[in-house]
């Protein structure tokens, strides 16, 4: 009995040795296994260094444009319609002939006018000379008084006719003028109103054609009205430049200046009306087009700069995470002046030189192991204009 005792104790102690042993053995692997796979798993990023370079404080937004002058053309006498020297948008320049109006009745008033002062012309000789007879004769008394002062005032009405003659001759060459109509300034012409053989009058609404400047051109649009102090430092040191770019077209940035500032914010909008001057040489501006206008009011030389794919948000504000000589990660905060393109110029505690991550910031926290698969490509130059993006400001 004592014997079968026994033997129990020994195997019941055996099957407990061996159970912890095992128990041992599982344990110890399981407490290695969460360092081993923190290990193995290092989490894949693609990273970019910190940059510092010259970055433009610009502002977009929408502009209309303008034509530098437009003028209506019309007549400014009645009559009929003799001659047509333009197309519809033909270019002209100024001073070119436009229009002739039939000047038959002007060239007549023209020499009735010179008629009626050339007899006035032969009365006055005459009258003078009559002046000139009385003279010696009044001074000895050969003559009335009356007599004499008649001749004289003979002259003078004659002399004033005259003027009234020159005058009237004068009045008749400026309508003789008006029959001839003129491009009062270089452009574009629009669709002629009125052919040959039409009437015309002075009176009418409708003009005969419309003439557009369009070298130099404006284009208008409007900014913030915060932004007036920063426009008003730029223009007081040289020219701030401008681009307009038409939406959906092939055509080249077209470069300009601020050439206007409104004398006063729109207490509608709160906003500040400019206009920018384009030469327009080429004539892709066009009036009443819309164009994406670019300001740019000033250039940071040493701005720092990061991709945007590397400035994550979250309700404390914007970070990015920083990638340590360990090749840990830690997450720094940021703060964002602005946005270039595919670049955000930032101020914060970062400096040239930095690796921030620019892809797989999901999987993310501070000291988490990393391994560098890729280096994000470079942005272009922020000052060039396919990296111009407005300020918001």
Do not use: C
């Amino acid at each position: 009995m004592r014997a079968r005792l026994l033997l129990t104790v020994v195997v019941v102690a055996a099957l407990g040795g061996g159970g912890f042993f095992l128990y041992s053995q599982q344990h110890g692997r399981a407490a290695q296994a969460p360092a081993a796979d923190r290990a193995a798993k290092a989490v894949p990023v693609t990273v970019t260094a910190v940059e510092q370079k010259p970055a433009p404080l610009q502002i977009r937004t929408v502009g209309r444009v303008q034509t530098l002058a437009s003028v209506a053309v019309r007549s400014r006498i009645d009559g009929l319609i003799a001659n047509v020297a333009v197309t519809d948008g033909q270019e002209v320049k100024a001073g070119d002939e436009l229009f002739r109006i039939d000047d038959r009745e002007a060239q007549a008033a023209l020499k009735l006018a010179q008629a009626n002062l050339g007899k006035d012309q032969a009365s006055l000789s005459n009258a003078k000379r009559q002046v000139d007879r009385l003279t010696p004769l009044a001074a000895k008394n050969f003559t009335t008084k009356q007599d004499y002062d008649a001749a004289t005032t003979l002259v003078e009405t004659l002399q004033a006719t005259m003027a009234a003659n020159q005058a009237a001759i004068d009045a008749a060459k400026v309508t003789l003028s008006y029959t001839v109509i003129r491009a009062p300034i270089s452009g574009r012409i629009g669709t002629v109103a009125l052919k040959l053989g039409n009437s015309v009058r002075a009176a009418d609404s409708t003009p005969l054609v419309t003439i557009n400047q369009l070298q130099p051109i404006l284009v208008a649009f409007s900014i913030p009205q915060e932004s007036m102090g920063e426009l008003q430092r730029a223009l007081a040191v040289g020219k701030v430049p401008v681009t307009a770019t038409i939406p959906d077209s092939t055509v080249p940035v077209q470069q300009g200046e601020v050439s206007y500032v409104e004398n006063a914010i729109d207490p509608a909008t709160n906003t500040l009306s400019v206009k920018a001057q384009f030469p327009n040489t080429d004539e892709f501006l066009w009036p009443s087009q819309f164009v994406n206008v670019v300001m740019t009011i000033r250039v940071d030389p040493n701005a720092i700069v990061v991709p945007a794919a590397a400035i994550q948000l979250n309700q404390d504000g914007s970070y990015a995470w920083l990638v340590k000589p360990d090749a840990t990660v830690e997450m720094r905060r940021v703060k964002v002046a602005r946005q270039i393109g595919n670049e955000m110029v930032i101020e914060g505690d970062l400096k040239p030189g930095d690796q921030v991550v620019t892809e797989g910031q999901l999987r993310l926290e501070n000291g988490t192991k990393v391994e560098v698969t890729g280096t994000a490509a470079p942005e272009a130059d922020a000052t060039t204009p396919s990296t111009s993006v407005s300020v918001g400001q």
